[in-house]
T-cell receptor, first 113, second 112 residues
Framework: GENVEQHPSTLSVQEGDSAVIKCTYSDSASNYFPWYKQELGKRPQLIIDIRSNVGEKKDQRIAVTLNKTAKHFSLHITETQPEDSAVYFCAASRNTNAGKSTFGDGTTLTVKP | DADVTQTPRNRITKTGKRIMLECSQTKGHDRMYWYRQDPGLGLRLIYYSFDVKDINKGEISDGYSVSRQAQAKFSLSLESAIPNQTALYFC???????????FGPGTRLTVT
């Protein structure tokens, strides 16, 4: 089955700095890569996703890059703000009837004001 | 707004007791999932269902069972609860494979 590794497990940055979280996956057939943000005491919510036919996707301060050859993808947050503090999860899945997501272990991001 | 709801939100139970966690959704999605969240271990899949007649084991199904009563309802049961099942449990739905999952608010379960 799919195995997703996520690094780092914790990340602390100063407000205004950039943050990068990296994930690797094992199943070369995976083709959908979402990122979820979970604020303290809340449910995980999708913040951005990318499909395997695209190398990069941006949404304001958030971007995701995908390297299919190396089987890794990364979340980039620029100009971090205190409200970006949360746990971030990456996931990988196949876009097939049997597809289900495998999640990374999460990264706790702290943005210090 | 269409949503995913879970009951109860918090539950404390004793070792050996049977407990059921319930999930309902008004999103009209066919796919439903149960995850367990432990600190530092991410979201681990317990069971998933792609429609009412389809139930599949996830990576950590031992000690758990599920029932898909209708398209909108998916219940998780712990037949005989044990302390290491203390965790935060999330239900989720999705339209189909390769699309966003929508999570419920979670159920915090403590087994003493």
């Amino acid at each position: 089955g799919e195995n997703v590794e996520q690094h780092p497990s914790t990340l602390s940055v100063q407000e205004g700095d950039s943050a990068v979280i990296k994930c690797t996956y094992s199943d070369s057939a995976s083709n959908y890569f979402p990122w979820y943000k979970q604020e303290l005491g809340k449910r995980p919510q999708l913040i951005i996703d990318i499909r395997s036919n695209v190398g990069e996707k941006k949404d304001q301060r958030i971007a995701v890059t995908l390297n299919k050859t190396a089987k890794h993808f990364s979340l980039h947050i620029t100009e971090t703000q205190p409200e970006d503090s949360a746990v971030y999860f990456c996931a990988a899945s196949r876009n097939t009837n049997a597809g289900k997501s495998t999640f990374g272990d999460g990264t706790t991001l702290t943005v210090k004001p | 707004d269409a949503d995913v709801t879970q009951t109860p939100r918090n539950r404390i139970t004793k070792t050996g007791k049977r407990i059921m966690l319930e999930c309902s959704q008004t999103k009209g999605h066919d796919r439903m999932y149960w995850y367990r969240q432990d600190p530092g271990l991410g979201l681990r899949l317990i069971y998933y269902s792609f429609d009412v007649k389809d139930i599949n084991k996830g990576e950590i199904s031992d000690g758990y069972s599920v029932s898909r009563q209708a398209q909108a309802k998916f219940s998780l049961s712990l037949e005989s609860a044990i302390p290491n099942q203390t965790a935060l449990y999330f239900c989720a739905t999705s339209r189909t494979a390769g699309f966003e999952q929508y999570f419920g608010p979670g159920t915090r379960l403590t087994v003493t």
